[in-house]
């Protein structure tokens, strides 16, 4: 069987080039070939550093792991993976007993891997590359006149169709109802994409069957720490479903209306899925494809340092991703798939450097600060506000946002409170305990790169914004972390402040305007300005 796909780039169908697929039993082979008009192009770009800008079909060589593509990885990166291939191939199965029992032709083919990449809709697709079929249109594996990605009010519906695929006992229905949106993301756990309230195009992840613990909750409550950290990491949010808490969070590669292309680090390294590889490598490529690498291979560190310390022993290469900016030029993509795990050996799957190894050491993340372009000073620096910030996790787990009881944060608690964490406040020379009064002045600002965060990576090759102007503050407990305003403010949301009018913002009820405030009601949020201007937020010890 042979296939030609035309591959296409946003929303704007800029033609890329073509995908050759090849399949004779079990035998599989993949190439691609640029077109004409994009290596002409002046915005052109490699969209995988293992396919130079040059004509005729390149091949990829198919590994030996089991999750081995026969597919460049900037296509795998696409591909379904775990559950969106055990929903895959249930569809299939179901759909051949049907035609059998109707008396119908259903045909002996075996699913292929260009199959599994085209059963994801065009609409959900990770990234910005869209495929064409042979009669010239953009695969959809939902109905046609159906839609991609339903509503947030069908959540419950989606969860009942992802249970009872885990208890094998879903009909005909689930499965078409999760085809496509159901599979257009990759990892183990049940997911679907959704739309969100605001129309954004989002991702909903649902406990399962197996789980010993509230998953989901852990997952937003990465998320938001990271946010604490001064870490550029995804929105998400706890939404419920039947009673049952939903991770929802919002898609990093859709910008108004626009599709972001998006690269995993495995992609950028040129590898496989399962092979081993470190953090400094990562790096390597900020430095060499960066668009901002002093500033992306600082956060790059911070990553690791906020992994260690809750815990997060699944930062596979998969985890870590890429946006590309412009002309080849690529920086980190926003954080995402952070999960504490209380239950796991504390051995990280990414390796923090090829001589140091696997394990989850502060020590072993100090010595290696350099390589990420730190010097002792400011790694120092970096370590105390990130270990500042996930000394709350308490106070945020049991916060109405995460909602966590008693019970389930004591479940977590091994993932937070180990030796490390005291290996930092070694390390940092200092006491990063929230138990002390929020300081009435502000410490001096550090030196800093100007806050990026809210740079916009685009697939037209038009630069991203200036950065804001990095003047104010963020206190936490008896600390001062700098930041941008805009950090300031999305921290203040991340601990469930909402904006009322004006300066103007509200938590838990009560007002708060650009004033310094402060209040005696335990784990209270506070945020304003001081008198010298400097914006800051915080918590209050109990």
């Given at each position: 069987?042979?296939?030609?796909?035309?591959?296409?780039?946003?929303?704007?169908?800029?033609?890329?080039?073509?995908?050759?697929?090849?399949?004779?039993?079990?035998?599989?082979?993949?190439?691609?070939?640029?077109?004409?008009?994009?290596?002409?192009?002046?915005?052109?770009?490699?969209?995988?550093?293992?396919?130079?800008?040059?004509?005729?079909?390149?091949?990829?060589?198919?590994?030996?792991?089991?999750?081995?593509?026969?597919?460049?990885?900037?296509?795998?990166?696409?591909?379904?993976?775990?559950?969106?291939?055990?929903?895959?191939?249930?569809?299939?199965?179901?759909?051949?007993?049907?035609?059998?029992?109707?008396?119908?032709?259903?045909?002996?083919?075996?699913?292929?891997?260009?199959?599994?990449?085209?059963?994801?809709?065009?609409?959900?697709?990770?990234?910005?590359?869209?495929?064409?079929?042979?009669?010239?249109?953009?695969?959809?594996?939902?109905?046609?006149?159906?839609?991609?990605?339903?509503?947030?009010?069908?959540?419950?519906?989606?969860?009942?169709?992802?249970?009872?695929?885990?208890?094998?006992?879903?009909?005909?229905?689930?499965?078409?109802?999760?085809?496509?949106?159901?599979?257009?993301?990759?990892?183990?756990?049940?997911?679907?994409?959704?739309?969100?309230?605001?129309?954004?195009?989002?991702?909903?992840?649902?406990?399962?069957?197996?789980?010993?613990?509230?998953?989901?909750?852990?997952?937003?409550?990465?998320?938001?720490?990271?946010?604490?950290?001064?870490?550029?990491?995804?929105?998400?949010?706890?939404?419920?479903?039947?009673?049952?808490?939903?991770?929802?969070?919002?898609?990093?590669?859709?910008?108004?209306?626009?599709?972001?292309?998006?690269?995993?680090?495995?992609?950028?390294?040129?590898?496989?899925?399962?092979?081993?590889?470190?953090?400094?490598?990562?790096?390597?490529?900020?430095?060499?494809?960066?668009?901002?690498?002093?500033?992306?291979?600082?956060?790059?560190?911070?990553?690791?340092?906020?992994?260690?310390?809750?815990?997060?022993?699944?930062?596979?290469?998969?985890?870590?991703?890429?946006?590309?900016?412009?002309?080849?030029?690529?920086?980190?993509?926003?954080?995402?798939?952070?999960?504490?795990?209380?239950?796991?050996?504390?051995?990280?799957?990414?390796?923090?450097?090829?001589?140091?190894?696997?394990?989850?050491?502060?020590?072993?993340?100090?010595?290696?600060?350099?390589?990420?372009?730190?010097?002792?000073?400011?790694?120092?620096?970096?370590?105390?506000?990130?270990?500042?910030?996930?000394?709350?996790?308490?106070?945020?787990?049991?916060?109405?946002?995460?909602?966590?009881?008693?019970?389930?944060?004591?479940?977590?608690?091994?993932?937070?409170?180990?030796?490390?964490?005291?290996?930092?406040?070694?390390?940092?020379?200092?006491?990063?305990?929230?138990?002390?009064?929020?300081?009435?002045?502000?410490?001096?600002?550090?030196?800093?790169?100007?806050?990026?965060?809210?740079?916009?990576?685009?697939?037209?090759?038009?630069?991203?914004?200036?950065?804001?102007?990095?003047?104010?503050?963020?206190?936490?407990?008896?600390?001062?972390?700098?930041?941008?305003?805009?950090?300031?403010?999305?921290?203040?949301?991340?601990?469930?402040?909402?904006?009322?009018?004006?300066?103007?913002?509200?938590?838990?009820?009560?007002?708060?305007?650009?004033?310094?405030?402060?209040?005696?009601r335990p784990g209270m949020i506070v945020f304003g300005a001081a008198a010298d201007g400097n914006w800051w937020v915080g918590w209050l010890p109990r």
């Open positions: 069987m042979k296939r030609t796909i035309k591959v296409f780039l946003g929303e704007a169908q800029r033609p890329i080039g073509t995908l050759l697929f090849n399949a004779d039993g079990n035998r599989e082979a993949a190439s691609f070939a640029y077109d004409e008009a994009w290596l002409g192009h002046p915005e052109r770009f490699q969209i995988d550093p293992a396919l130079p800008l040059v004509t005729g079909p390149q091949y990829h060589a198919k590994g030996k792991g089991d999750h081995a593509s026969v597919f460049h990885g900037c296509f795998s990166d696409s591909e379904p993976d775990g559950w969106g291939v055990r929903v895959i191939r249930r569809d299939h199965a179901k759909s051949r007993q049907e035609a059998e029992r109707a008396g119908q032709p259903f045909g002996d083919r075996p699913l292929n891997s260009l199959d599994c990449l085209l059963y994801v809709d065009d609409a959900c697709r990770i990234g910005a590359l869209r495929f064409q079929d042979e009669n010239g249109e953009f695969v959809r594996a939902s109905p046609r006149g159906g839609r991609a990605a339903p509503p947030l009010i069908e959540l419950s519906t989606l969860l009942n169709a992802s249970r009872a695929v885990e208890s094998n006992t879903e009909t005909a229905a689930d499965l078409r109802y999760l085809l496509g949106k159901g599979t257009s993301v990759g990892g183990m756990r049940p997911k679907c994409t959704v739309i969100d309230d605001d129309g954004a195009l989002s991702i909903g992840k649902f406990p399962s069957d197996t789980d010993t613990r509230p998953v989901t909750k852990g997952e937003v409550l990465a998320l938001k720490l990271a946010k604490v950290a001064l870490i550029t990491a995804t929105e998400a949010r706890v939404v419920y479903a039947d009673g049952l808490p939903i991770t929802l969070v919002k898609r990093f590669d859709r910008h108004d209306g626009k599709r972001l292309m998006y690269a995993s680090a495995r992609t950028m390294l040129g590898l496989e899925d399962g092979q081993e590889h470190a953090y400094t490598e990562m790096v390597d490529v900020l430095r060499q494809r960066g668009a901002f690498p002093e500033r992306d291979c600082e956060e790059m560190w911070r990553r690791l340092i906020l992994n260690i310390l809750i815990t997060n022993v699944d930062d596979h290469l998969n985890n870590h991703g890429f946006l590309h900016i412009s002309r080849g030029k690529w920086r980190l993509s926003p954080a995402f798939d952070i999960n504490p795990f209380p239950d796991k050996a504390r051995v990280l799957k990414t390796w923090i450097s090829e001589d140091i190894g696997p394990a989850a050491s502060i020590d072993a993340a100090m010595k290696i600060s350099s390589y990420f372009g730190l010097r002792s000073a400011r790694a120092r620096e970096v370590l105390a506000e990130v270990a500042m910030a996930t000394e709350g996790w308490r106070r945020l787990a049991a916060s109405p946002d995460i909602g966590m009881s008693a019970v389930e944060i004591d479940q977590f608690a091994p993932a937070f409170e180990h030796s490390e964490r005291l290996v930092a406040e070694r390390t940092c020379r200092t006491n990063i305990a929230v138990s002390n009064p929020l300081p009435t002045e502000a410490v001096p600002h550090s030196k800093q790169e100007p806050d990026v965060s809210t740079q916009t990576a685009t697939v037209e090759g038009m630069p991203p914004p200036p950065p804001p102007e990095v003047v104010d503050r963020v206190a936490f407990g008896a600390r001062t972390i700098p930041a941008a305003k805009s950090t300031a403010l999305r921290v203040a949301k991340a601990f469930g402040a909402t904006p009322d009018t004006g300066e103007t913002w509200v938590f838990n009820g009560e007002r708060f305007s650009r004033a310094a405030h402060r209040s005696k």
